[in-house]
């Protein structure tokens, strides 16, 4: 109840009661009632089209020549067939298989290849590694790994196709046998089936795999001026002459001797081309700043010097680095070599421009950079890495490997990675060019049953593949990841 008083400050009475009744209730409306329906249409159709389709109408070109057409048929399905004949008895690709690329961040171990035959007590090691260049094929060599005097023993390469859908790992696809120990072997440059190595009594032999038979198609046993020694390496090198696309392969001795020789793969031809030796007359430094008189007594006295490895410059195929007995580190060339003075069936010419400060033991490895013009790499018993530029005979960079370190092999996938190997722990390390220091992740660890790393091959198509070869007989294939260098 309230009194409403509003007007009376106006002079106007109120004609309004003073009292007012209030009731509240919940609603003052009446109850709505409603239902529900599935539907309240009360017909409905269905009609699957509502447009009519129009055929497209082919309209022939008048003015074909059939004749002509015919003609271009029967002039080009004769090279056609040709070329699919010779595609279908090829065995490049014979079980291959595409390599998925690796996602991973971690180093994967693939496969272990090993003779069942071979064990740590046979005192047998792998010498040598190469992969065909398709990349499914690796072929790796044995030899004793004591020799006292002459090698007695045989040797064998054997090949495991790793992509076939039947590969086995203790079961290779083929085995080469042959009279002494394998030193060295290299897989030809373009031919899948063509394969060279080098042997202790100073062999060189070429294979031809796609022969069924007796697939030795080359021997330097009865060649005049062929190697008198142990063979330390053999390598195919594309050949100089820009007019001749077949490669030339080159093999090196402890007799000093550097040989190039011209192999017919499939004619079986193996012809010298040319023959170098090193003189012990270039070998004069002992150390930077230090000389020794040269031991040259004249000509027509032996002086050769012992060749353990050498290198050809990618960029200039005519130019190569040799590494040889005594740590000496020599630049020579086949173009600008002299007539040498010593003896021999063949005439031999004198390679070496120049000398680089030599390594205070034996020099093991010397690798040419595929990526850089002027950059190699060397490696010896005095436990040094040295980068060396070829324009100046000074190291650039020095890394010392506290274990020792045994080879070097230059990542194919990356420009600024090599790899190195020790004596010891049967790890192989990978480097970073432009720091020296060493890449942890990308490491490739030892087996459970530890043995010294012998030799390490790059695949040359699938560039994160590797394949380690160790003293106890075996061969590691290692995928590698990615490496960015920022990381």
């Known amino acids: 109840m309230f009194s409403d008083k509003?007007?009376?400050?106006?002079?106007?009475?109120?004609?309004?009661?003073?009292?007012?009744?209030?009731?509240?209730?919940?609603?003052?409306?009446?109850?709505?009632?409603?239902?529900?329906?599935?539907?309240?249409?009360?017909?409905?159709?269905?009609?699957?089209?509502?447009?009519?389709?129009?055929?497209?109408?082919?309209?022939?070109?008048?003015?074909?020549?059939?004749?002509?057409?015919?003609?271009?048929?029967r002039r080009i399905c004769p090279k056609v067939i040709t070329e699919l004949d010779k595609m279908h008895r090829s065995r490049a690709f014979d079980g291959y298989e595409p390599i998925e690329d690796n996602t991973d961040d971690a180093v994967k171990k693939l496969h272990v290849l090993q003779i069942p035959n071979i064990t740590p007590q046979s005192e047998i090691k792998v010498s040598c590694v190469s992969w065909s260049c398709t990349g499914a094929v690796v072929a790796f060599g044995y030899s004793h790994t004591e020799h006292e005097n002459w090698c007695d023993h045989s040797g064998s390469v054997h090949l495991f196709n790793i992509n076939r859908h039947d590969f086995s790992p203790t079961t290779p696809s083929k085995t080469l046998e042959t009279r002494s120990c394998v030193t060295s072997v290299s897989a030809h440059l373009f031919e899948p089936s063509i394969l060279a190595a080098g042997t202790t009594s100073g062999e060189v032999l070429v294979w031809n795999l796609q022969k069924d038979d007796d697939c030795l198609i080359c021997s330097s046993a009865t060649v005049p001026g062929a190697h008198r020694e142990a063979v330390s390496q053999v390598s195919w090198i594309r050949n100089p002459d820009p007019t001749q696309q077949r490669p030339l392969l080159v093999s090196a001795g402890r007799d000093g001797r550097i040989l190039i020789w011209q192999v017919g793969t499939h004619s079986g031809t193996f012809q010298l081309s040319d023959g170098f030796v090193i003189l012990l007359e270039h070998i004069k430094h002992t150390g930077p700043g230090k000389t020794v008189p040269s031991p040259v007594g004249g000509a027509g006295v032996d002086m050769e010097l012992g060749v353990t490895c050498f290198s050809f410059n990618k960029h200039d195929l005519a130019s190569f680095v040799v590494g040889v007995d005594g740590g000496g580190l020599l630049s020579c060339s086949t173009v600008v070599a002299k007539p040498a003075p010593v003896r021999s069936e063949v005439p031999l010419k004198d390679p070496v421009l120049s000398a680089f400060e030599k390594h205070q033991g034996a020099v093991t490895s010397v690798q040419c950079s595929p990526?850089?013009?002027?950059?190699?790499?060397?490696?010896?018993?005095?436990?040094?890495?040295?980068?060396?530029?070829?324009k100046q005979t000074s190291p650039v960079q020095m890394i010392y490997v506290e274990a020792g370190v045994v080879g070097l092999e230059w990542s194919l996938a990356h420009p600024n990675l090599f790899a190195a190997w020790e004596t010891v722990n049967g790890c192989v390390n990978f480097y970073n060019l432009r720091t020296g220091e060493v890449i942890s992740s990308l490491q490739f660890p030892a087996l459970e049953k530890t043995a010294p790393i012998t030799t390490v091959c790059c695949?040359?198509?699938?560039?994160?593949?590797?394949?380690?070869?160790d003293m106890y007989g075996r061969v590691v294939i290692w995928q590698q990841p990615t490496y960015k260098e920022d990381q």
């Open 6 to 73: 509003s007007f009376d400050a106006v002079g106007f009475p109120s004609c309004w009661k003073t009292e007012r009744e209030l009731q509240d209730d919940g609603i003052q409306t009446t109850d709505s009632s409603y239902k529900e329906q599935e539907s309240q249409a009360t017909e409905s159709k269905n009609a699957e089209t509502q447009t009519e389709t129009s055929q497209p109408q082919l309209v022939l070109d008048e003015n074909v020549d059939y004749d002509k057409l015919a003609a271009f048929l």
């Open 371 to 390: 990526h850089h013009e002027n950059i190699f790499l060397s490696c010896g018993s005095d436990n040094e890495i040295r980068i060396y530029n070829m």
């Open 459 to 469: 695949n040359p198509h699938s560039y994160h593949l590797f394949a380690v070869g």
